[in-house]
């Protein structure tokens, strides 16, 4: 089971190297669905965004400093699963 998990964390790899930040966190609330992806921390937005696409981009002084996703479960990526 540990190794399947970690071919999964494994396939992520060619995509988290294309992302223009050295510095990733992310936190899953399975509750809400809603996945965060900080680009620094802390990040204190002072102005955000909702995409079409129900995305939070959020800023700090122009600056992208996160994203929030809001219902992530619905969402597929093609890295490792075939899409």
């Given at each position: ?5 970690i ?28 996945l ?9 937005a ?36 075939g899409?």
């Amino acid at each position: 089971m540990a190794a399947v998990e970690i071919k999964r964390i494994l396939n992520l790899i060619p995509g988290l190297l294309e992302v223009p930040y050295s510095r990733i966190w992310a936190a899953y609330d399975k509750e809400a669905d809603v996945l965060y992806i900080n680009f620094r921390k802390p990040s204190h937005a002072d102005d955000s965004e909702l995409t079409d696409d129900d995305i939070i981009i959020r800023y700090e002084k122009g600056e992208i400093v996160g994203i929030t996703i809001l219902n992530a479960s619905r969402r597929k990526i093609g890295y490792g699963h075939g899409v």
